[in-house]
């Protein structure tokens, strides 16, 4: 029996715009894109071993130095071989020149060349290196005065020599000394140590990936046969400009803020640096709350809940980045022709940490494992991706959000490709388990590994 005096239910509205949120959302996006194309001019205008403050070591350079040495000896020198054993040669001492990097470094590919061909660099190479500054003269000269000495330098500039091209002032020496002596036997048991570990970590990564491609067609299968769904909480786009605004608000002052203080000579202790990635990320989460997005719409939208369960969505993390890692040798791929094209090598500031003392390892762990994760999943997982699909829908959205990502990151051109395949891998589980726990588990997890490789080359 129908109750004419109950009126029928009103339709649903959809929810109201906030104020101004279309001209938000075109400010945040002229502000997100001149931050990274500021971002990418910085990284292509710094040389990581040349700078204001003088010639530094170049610990990329350095690590491949060390493989190719490594494996030299490992394979050892046949007569035999003939033209086979100098193509060998000649292919390791291209690695090496390969990320090269200004005038230092073409001293360093000196003395690394002068080892696997078993001769001392000759005078005039040496000279046209020393031709370059006053600070190369000088350390040349001693490279020379060292090799008249069989080895023999003063303490003095044998530490001016470390402290400019760290482990290639070993190689130099170790070169002119007697095969069994100490100090050369040293290096070359570390760089053979080098290889192992690299080509060990490549084998485990390979058979990862085989893993990977078989549980990523699993889950395509799945995809297609509609048991496993790949969406995001619906959006409006004012809710996405205010995301998006959020996120332009956190991406300055988290590149600018430090700049500005370097410009004021503000000289703060080392973990206080930390300061303004905090606060630009806090300021950047609050900030659609401040303009007027409710409690509830925010956390579903970042993506700030354990989903079914925090346990659950860990595991899901750990099988999503291993079906995430076919993705990543595609972007390897693609990046090793980026190399071919242009000469630039992927390298990251961080090696230098690892490089360092037992603190300065330790702090560069917690920042790769633990703040990188939560932050970056926050902002661009968690604001910037839902924030471009609800103008560009899902695939657009993370195309442009990984590319984003990859781009502030100091790796350089060559380095963008896998870095969005990653990305891209991360937006996926977003989709599959709408909470950030599982982008944020597969993350500190390739972080994780990145950083035990590096603790294992620089024991």
């Known amino acids: 029996m129908n109750d004419a005096a109950v009126p029928p239910p009103l339709p649903p509205t959809a929810p109201a715009s906030p104020r101004f949120s279309r001209l938000g959302a ?99 190479e040496l000279n046209a290196v020393a031709a370059q500054n006053d600070v190369l003269q000088a350390d040349v000269a001693i490279f020379q005065q060292m090799q008249a000495d069989h080895g023999s330098v003063a303490d003095a500039d044998w530490k001016k020599l470390q402290a400019h091209h760290g482990w290639f002032a070993d190689l130099a020496r170790a ?9 050369r036997q040293a290096v070359v048991q570390q760089s053979m140590q080098t290889s192992l570990v690299l080509i060990s970590f490549s084998m485990i990564g390979m058979l990862l990936a085989v893993g990977g491609l078989v549980v990523m067609i699993l889950a395509i299968i799945q995809w297609r046969g509609g048991k496993l769904k790949l969406t995001l909480s619906f959006r409006n786009r004012g809710h996405g400009g205010l995301l998006l605004e959020g996120f332009a608000l956190y991406l300055a002052l988290f590149m600018f803020v430090p700049m500005l203080l370097r410009q004021m000579s503000v000289d703060l202790p080392p973990w206080a640096s930390y300061g303004p990635a905090v606060l630009s990320l806090i300021l950047g989460m609050a900030w659609p709350l401040f303009r007027g997005m409710s409690r509830v719409d925010w956390r579903e939208a970042l993506g700030l809940h354990c989903g079914q369960g925090f346990l659950r969505e860990v595991g899901a993390g750990l099988l999503g980045w291993v079906a995430a890692l076919p993705l990543m040798v595609a972007g390897m791929i693609a990046s090793s022709w980026i190399m071919r094209l242009t000469g630039d090598v992927p390298t990251h500031p961080i090696v230098d940490y690892f490089a360092g003392g037992g603190w300065q390892k330790l702090a560069a762990f917690v920042l790769a494992v633990v703040w990188a994760p939560v932050s970056e999943e926050i902002m661009f997982r968690g604001m910037l991706f839902p924030a471009l699909s609800s103008w560009l829908r899902w695939l657009g959205g993370m195309l442009l959000g990984a590319f984003v990502f990859a781009a502030i990151h100091p790796q350089g051109w060559a380095g963008v490709p896998p870095i969005m395949a990653l990305a891209g891998g991360f937006s996926l589980l977003r989709m599959w388990r709408q909470s950030l726990i599982a982008p944020m588990t597969a993350h500190a997890l390739n972080n994780g590994i990145m950083c035990l490789v590096m603790m294992f080359l620089w024991r």
Not at 175 to 180: D, E
């Open 26 to 124: 075109a400010l945040a996006l002229c502000v997100t894109a001149a931050c990274v194309v500021f971002a990418v001019k910085s990284h292509s205008a710094r040389h990581p071993n040349e700078g204001a403050g003088g010639i530094h070591p170049n610990r990329t350079l350095e690590l491949m130095a060390r493989y190719v040495v490594g494996a030299k000896e490992m394979i050892g020198s046949n007569p035999a071989l003939g033209m086979m054993q100098e193509n060998f040669d000649d292919a390791l001492v291209q690695n090496v020149r390969q990320v090269s990097r200004g005038p230092a470094d073409k001293l360093r590919v000196q003395i690394a060349e002068g080892w696997l061909k078993g001769r001392w660099p000759a005078p005039a």
């Open 175 to 183: 070169q002119v000394l007697p095969k069994t002596d100490a100090a």
